[in-house]
């Protein structure tokens, strides 16, 4: 149901590595065996086709294999992972989950049958279609998660297409777009998935070593990290061919300086949404921000500076939010964009746009130049309402060492006041303990 296709691919890849997890590799007929072991699993549990089913825990070969059985039986898919433990009751309940396979630490597995009934209609005419489904959560604009399904097997027909085979580390969840698209990007192509065990900055740099990655995809949040804590000057990552971002914007500072520290290694731009899939890109040159967009399957347009997009791999519908599609099927990204010919630049979520007395203030852009300051570990920025302004320009940093907040302020005032705009200066400024990014290094505003 979907993927045959897919399994008949990676039966050509035989004796090749296809995952290493926990710093063991297993081939694609090791991940064959074991789909078979997930299919009769299935059967003996009586998971029945187009019935809900949660896929609880991160990138191993056991949830790997799940997930194609899954799939295979036509059933709707719901993987959770760390990040959502805050929601994940909630998530459970609006996925309207029927069955749930949780995982451990050691790749340990529980069944449990949650008994639940399904009812609403996006799910039942997936079900009557006998198609495989997917359910991920993603923020609106308010902050609500939104629940996104996706007809399965159109969402994979882009990996029909060959790409060349690398050695991916899993950066992004599984439970996240971009997850979805590391894992099956690199199995169609018979590529090896590198599971890591967490994702701080030294942890990936000695995995790319140790395991010769090829491509590392990840966040300029993360990317800025790296930067700091200098930690690529203690492992040999020769090995790294690509590092694509993508999921926020990219401060200018932070992509001049990667391209200073590894000159051989292209940078790509990535776009891509839960509703919508990842998209096609080409960056036009690793130290640009200017980025082409689309590929097979994909249409853009750009109306009054916002980025819609039409695609064949768009989803079904919200499962607890109205559809968001005009009625030629195109999708606002709410993304702020700049034109030159067939390239775009992403300024910024219109929702996260401060207005300052009628000027448009782009928070990446004061980022960037915070982030290019001594002593400045991280920034975001945002709008305060003010009855003269409309509103002012907040900044929180992090520091590397103890700073007077009056001292931080002032350095920060001037050094801006050379760099920007003066409505784009920042008029506050807090001093910050906590991280300022998400468990997926996304920057929290």
């Not at 007929?29 to 003996?44: I, P, S």
């Not at 036009?284 to 097979?296: C, F, I, P, R, Y």
């Not at 399957?297 to 980025?307: A, P, Q, R, S």
């Not at 309402?385 to 007077?404: C, F, S, T, W, Y």
Request: glycine share 6%; net charge neutral; with cysteine.
């Amino acid at each position: 149901m979907g993927i045959q296709w897919l399994l008949d691919k990676m039966r050509t890849y035989s004796g090749k590595e296809a995952i290493v997890w926990k710093d063991q590799p297993f081939t694609y007929d090791y991940l064959l065996e074991k789909k078979g072991f997930w299919t009769r699993n299935l059967n003996e549990n009586k998971v029945a086709n187009g019935e809900v089913v949660i896929m609880e825990g991160d990138y191993s070969p056991a949830i790997c294999t799940l997930l194609l059985a899954l799939i295979e039986n036509g059933n709707i898919v719901v993987p959770l992972t760390s990040a959502t433990f805050a929601n994940r009751e909630e998530f459970i309940k609006i996925a309207q989950g029927q069955k749930l396979y949780k995982f451990d630490s050691d790749d340990n597995f529980t069944f449990s049958d949650l008994k639940a009934g399904v009812t609403h209609p996006l799910i039942k005419k997936l079900q009557l279609e006998n198609s495989p489904g997917l359910v991920l959560f993603s923020s609106g604009s308010t902050g609500e998660p939104k629940a996104v399904l996706h007809n399965f097997a159109n969402l994979l027909e882009k990996y029909k297409v060959a790409r060349p085979t690398l050695r991916t580390v899993t950066f992004l969840l599984l439970d996240h777009i971009g997850g979805i698209n590391t894992m099956f990007h690199t199995l169609s192509n018979g590529g090896c998935v590198i599971t890591v065990e967490n994702r701080n900055p030294e942890y990936i740099c000695q995995t790319i070593e140790k395991h010769r990655v090829e491509l590392l995809p990840t966040s300029p949040t993360f990317l800025n990290l790296l930067l700091l804590s200098e930690q690529y000057k203690s492992f040999d990552l020769s090995s790294l061919q690509t590092i694509s971002y993508g999921t926020e914007p990219m401060p200018e500072s932070t992509l001049r300086r990667l391209n200073e520290i590894f000159p051989g290694v292209r940078l790509l731009q990535t776009y891509g949404l839960s509703e919508l899939g990842i998209l096609r890109s080409k960056s036009k040159d690793s130290s640009s921000l200017w980025v082409k967009v689309g590929g097979e399957g994909y249409e853009t347009k750009v109306v009054n500076g916002i980025l819609y997009i039409k695609t064949e791999s768009a989803m079904l519908g919200y499962l607890n939010a109205p559809s968001p599609f005009d009625e030629d099927g195109w999708f606002n990204t709410e993304d702020e964009v700049e034109v030159d010919g067939e390239y775009i630049r992403i300024k910024g979520r219109k929702s996260d746009i401060i207005n300052v007395g009628g000027q448009k203030v782009y928070p990446a852009e004061v980022e960037s130049v915070l982030l290019e300051m001594e002593n400045i570990t991280d920034a975001s920025v945002t709008g305060e309402r003010n009855p003269i302004m409309g509103n002012i320009v907040v900044a929180k940093v992090n520091l590397d060492h103890q700073e007077d907040i009056k001292s931080v302020t002032k350095r920060i005032k001037s050094y801006c006041k050379d760099r920007l705009a003066p409505y784009k200066v920042p008029v506050k400024v807090t001093v910050m303990e906590e991280r300022q990014f998400s468990e997926r290094y996304k920057r929290k505003r």
